[in-house]
């Protein structure tokens, strides 16, 4: 033991003195470095928030709820200018006059034509490729239910000849 008599000891390890004031729960505890909450504040904090999640009264707009916008209010009457309203009023005359041209032309007439047989010939087409698929499955419409064999074939040959399935 001779080797060790000026050594001074460390004194104790002991926990920090609690915090001085009304209750324990008011200050966060220090431990290791790191702030930790007590854990009383956790529930309250939980319970806080749930009633502010759950409070049923209405929420009102507050002052301008009623308004109805700048939209609603006319603005002020803006000076005419002559020139340019007799140029807007020609121009008007002239693009009523073109679309009167354009609709009664032969060429938008043939248009409309086209696209309504095209319209129908597609709806047919439609039609019989279901059709096919019916014959087919033997459901249906076009079900090939009752019929001889040649039958069959003669009426399926037939759809896939109109849908251009050969």
């Not at 915090?19 to 008011?26: D, F, I, M």
């Not at 047919?124 to 087919?136: F, N, S, T, V």
């Not at 001889?148 to 896939?160: G, M, T, V």
């Amino acid at each position: 033991m001779l080797g060790l008599r000026g050594l001074v000891a460390a004194p104790p390890v002991a926990a920090p003195p609690p915090p001085r004031g009304r209750c324990s729960a008011a200050a966060p505890e220090r431990t290791a470095g790191h702030a930790r909450l007590p854990l009383a504040v956790v529930p309250a904090a939980a319970a806080a928030s749930l009633s502010l999640a759950l409070w049923s009264t209405p929420v009102h707009a507050g002052i301008l709820s009623g308004f109805t916008g700048l939209e609603s209010v006319p603005g002020p009457d803006l000076p005419r200018v002559e020139f340019l309203e007799k140029w807007n009023a020609e121009n008007q005359k002239k693009y009523a006059e073109f679309d009167s041209r354009f609709k009664s032309s032969q060429v938008l007439k043939e248009l409309l034509e086209k696209s309504k047989q095209n319209k129908l010939k597609n709806e047919r087409q439609i039609q019989d490729k279901y059709c096919l698929r019916g014959a087919e499955w033997g459901v249906g419409d076009c079900s090939t239910e009752g019929m001889s064999d040649q039958e069959k074939e003669d009426f399926i040959a037939e759809l896939k000849k109109r849908t251009g399935a050969e």
